[in-house]
């Protein structure tokens, strides 16, 4: 069974810039994986931030951006916010339909 | 974007059977990728399949294999999601989503399911 790492936990300072990471036990992540992000706040549905590896949703602050980092899929915010602090999920296309989400990171801003 | 209403919650016995529905408006209907996720109390969200409805072409997680059941009605607008043999470990809110098939565009509101005997 694919397995799809996030850090469980980060945080980062107000104002401040922190980055998510996303990756793959055995293979290095690529953009034929289609990396996404999403927020998701408890109690609401949650909120397609990037897809694409970087392209960002509609709506979406330009404190967010996408990217892939060494074997890995990344996600930077940048001046950070207190409503920034909520969960955050990668999903990778895994080919033949299949779509894995990772574990999910709890992002404190504090 | 396409504006989505999903079924209201339901509480099911262990072994049941639910069917989520998820209607859209808004947009080509046919042409979105449907993706079902779903997120346990306490645990992140999964993924659990998808339907493209203008090919018919599903697919689905393998850990559901075998109990989940996706399908779409061109004609009025809705995709479905049907899970069998619920455990409480199905007890989750289930999102429906419209998109391409390489990305999630928009999210339904979620719908609670509840396995309890």
């Known amino acids: 069974q694919t397995v799809v790492t996030q850090e469980p936990s980060l945080s980062v300072s107000p104002g401040g810039t922190v980055t998510l990471t996303c990756g793959l036990r055995s293979v290095s992540v690529s953009t034929s994986h289609y990396p996404s992000w999403y927020q998701h706040s408890p109690g609401q549905a949650p909120r397609t931030l990037i897809y694409g590896s970087q392209s960002p949703a509609s709506g979406v602050p330009d404190r967010f951006s996408g990217s892939i980092v060494g074997n890995r899929a990344a996600l930077t915010i940048t001046r950070a916010q207190a409503d920034d602090e909520c969960d955050y999920y990668c999903a990778l296309y895994m080919g033949r339909g299949i779509w894995v989400f990772g574990g999910g990171t709890k992002l404190t801003v504090l | 974007q396409v504006q989505t209403v999903q079924s209201g919650a339901e509480v099911k016995k262990p072994g049941s059977s639910v069917k989520v529905s998820c209607e859209a408006s808004g947009g080509s209907f046919a042409s979105y990728t449907i993706n079902w996720v779903r997120q346990a109390p306490g645990h992140g969200l999964e993924w659990m399949g998808r339907?493209?409805?203008?090919?018919?072409?599903?697919s689905h997680a393998q850990t559901l294999q075998g109990r989940v059941t996706i399908t779409a009605d061109k004609s009025t607008g809705t995709a479905y999601m049907e899970l069998t043999a619920l455990r409480s470990e199905d007890t989750a809110v289930y999102y429906c989503t419209f998109g391409s098939p390489y990305y999630i565009d928009s999210w339904g509101q979620g719908m609670l399911v509840t396995v309890s005997s």
């Open positions: 339907i493209i409805p203008i090919i018919g072409e599903t």
